[in-house]
T-cell receptor
Framework: NAGVTQTPKFQVLKTGQSMTLQCAQDMNHEYMSWYRQDPGMGLRLIHYSVGAGITDQGEVPNGYNVSRSTTEDFPLRLLSAAPSQTSVYFCASSYVGGWQFFGPGTRLTVL | RKEVEQDPGPFNVPEGATVAFNCTYS??????FFWYRQDCRKEPKLLMSVYSSGNEDGRFTAQLNRASQYISLLIRDSKLSDSATYLCVVNSMDSSYKLIFGSGTRLLVRP
């Protein structure tokens, strides 16, 4: 099992650009989520999904979109990048109510 | 008030020391409790789940006090390799499957 994979590992964007962070898991987990982690702020939930076709907002959803067309994939789209979105992004998956496996993260810098 | 609060530390202890971290949570109905470990610039990884009766895994002991709404982690015989940030995790007020992460307690174990 590859577990949770994320691409890219690093990305630099200019303000106003859009991009998609990819996340995939091969554990047949129903629950997937995206977090951002900023220094001193801990992990903050952006969006989450409890199954294919079902998504919902977390604590900090503004500026991000998600979709869940398959159980395996949960991409995060940045619509118009802003410097405030410079962060480390983690994707995680789990069985509903269980502990979460994390991907290795994507380090995003917005200039 | 944050849903999950931790002392950020750092706790600076010598090898072989015993160290304890506490974490308080605000949702009295929470049912899922975990401790995660995060190394610098890496993804969080599950250290242990926390059960109502308390549980032990080698040098690590986790306790749950529902009446006072706090969780503790005790590390005995600290090793240099225990140096990391320890994240307290509790399920969310508004959802049993959403997890809320504390900001973490940093541990430094010195030779």
């Amino acid at each position: 099992n590859a577990g949770v994979t994320q691409t890219p590992k690093f990305q630099v964007l200019k303000t106003g650009q859009s991009m998609t962070l990819q996340c995939a898991q091969d554990m047949n987990h129903e629950y997937m989520s995206w977090y951002r982690q900023d220094p001193g702020m801990g992990l903050r939930l952006i969006h989450y999904s409890v199954g294919a076709g079902i998504t919902d907002q977390g604590e900090v959803p503004n500026g991000y979109n998600v979709s869940r067309s398959t159980t395996e994939d949960f991409p995060l789209r940045l619509l118009s990048a802003a410097p405030s979105q410079t962060s480390v992004y983690f994707c995680a998956s789990s069985y509903v109510g269980g502990w979460q496996f994390f991907g290795p993260g994507t380090r995003l810098t917005v200039l | 008030r944050k849903e999950v609060e931790q002392d950020p530390g750092p706790f600076n202890v010598p090898e072989g020391a015993t160290v304890a971290f506490n974490c308080t949570y605000s949702n009295s109905a929470s049912q899922s409790f975990f401790w995660y470990r995060q190394d610098c610039r890496k993804e969080p990884k599950l250290l242990m789940s926390v059960y109502s009766s308390g549980n032990e895994d080698g040098r690590f002991t986790a306790q749950l006090n529902r009446a006072s709404q706090y969780i503790s982690l005790l590390i005995r015989d600290s090793k240099l390799s225990d140096s990391a940030t320890y994240l307290c995790v509790v399920n969310s007020m508004d959802s049993s499957y959403k997890l809320i992460f504390g900001s973490g307690t940093r541990l430094l174990v010195r030779p």
